[in-house]
T-cell receptor, first 110, second 113 residues
Framework: EPEVTQTPSHQVTQMGQEVILRCVPISNHLYFYWYRQILGQKVEFLVSFYNNEISEKSEIFDDQFSVERPDGSNFTLKIRSTKLEDSAMYFC????????FGPGTRLTVT | GEDVEQSLFLSVREGDSSVINCTYTDSSSTYLYWYKQEPGAGLQLLTYIFSNMDMKQDQRLTVLLNKKDKHLSLRIADTQTGDSAIYFCAESYSGGGADGLTFGKGTHLIIQP
């Protein structure tokens, strides 16, 4: 059964550094999403992406964040100048109807 | 804004039915979902229901929707130890389109032997 994959599973970075989280969506899906879950809190929507552009974004998704589909298979989330409060689990999802989620990348900012 | 609320914990005996409840505030919610998260794993889509339906059954899972009260429930029949997980209720307007899902905080289902 096709699934969404994410790498790395765990990323540790120092405050102020840039990180890129990677996702491979399910191949025939057209919509892609990033969510985050701060420990003990709700899963929060960050951004959706369709037809090579951002479709919707939440107020969390500020200028610090960017997304890209650099080729036909990968979908990335870049966080510039990470802050301590960016520490969270980041989930990628893709959809052709219902949204299917990847296993997540745990980002720890020290 | 949109909000989805769930109780944080539910404890049931193995073999009993589990009923996990959820309330939402957005009356324009069209699609309502249940996701399961096992320790260290991602969010697994269990089932979903359109807002024009009252009930959906899928093997041991039954979803009930009361649109008037904005109340959604997930019933798991014959609960097994493998059902131990966090269950998230979520809603969206377009269902697979551009808008993201709004999630509840999740209900930890604890199975007693």
């Amino acid at each position: 059964e096709p699934e969404v994959t994410q790498t790395p599973s765990h990323q540790v970075t120092q405050m102020g550094q840039e990180v890129i989280l990677r996702c491979v969506p399910i191949s025939n899906h057209l919509y892609f999403y990033w969510y985050r879950q701060i420990l003990g809190q709700k899963v929060e929507f960050l951004v959706s992406f369709y037809n090579n552009e951002i479709s919707e974004k939440s107020e969390i998704f500020d200028d610090q964040f960017s997304v890209e589909r650099p080729d036909g298979s990968n979908f990335t989330l870049k966080i510039r100048s990470t802050k301590l409060e960016d520490s969270a689990m980041y989930f990628c999802a893709s959809a052709q109807g219902e949204q299917y989620f990847g296993p997540g990348t745990r980002l720890t900012v020290t | 804004g949109e909000d989805v609320e769930q109780s944080l914990f539910l404890s049931v005996r193995e073999g009993d039915s589990s009923v996990i409840n959820c309330t939402y505030t957005d009356s324009s919610s069209t699609y309502l979902y249940w996701y399961k998260q096992e320790p260290g794993a991602g969010l697994q889509l269990l089932t979903y229901i359109f807002s024009n339906m009252d009930m959906k059954q899928d093997q041991r899972l039954t979803v009930l929707l009361n649109k008037k009260d904005k109340h959604l429930s997930l019933r798991i029949a014959d609960t097994q130890t493998g059902d131990s997980a966090i269950y998230f209720c979520a809603e969206s307007y377009s269902g697979g389109g551009a808008d993201g899902l709004t999630f509840g905080k999740g209900t930890h289902l604890i199975i007693q032997p």
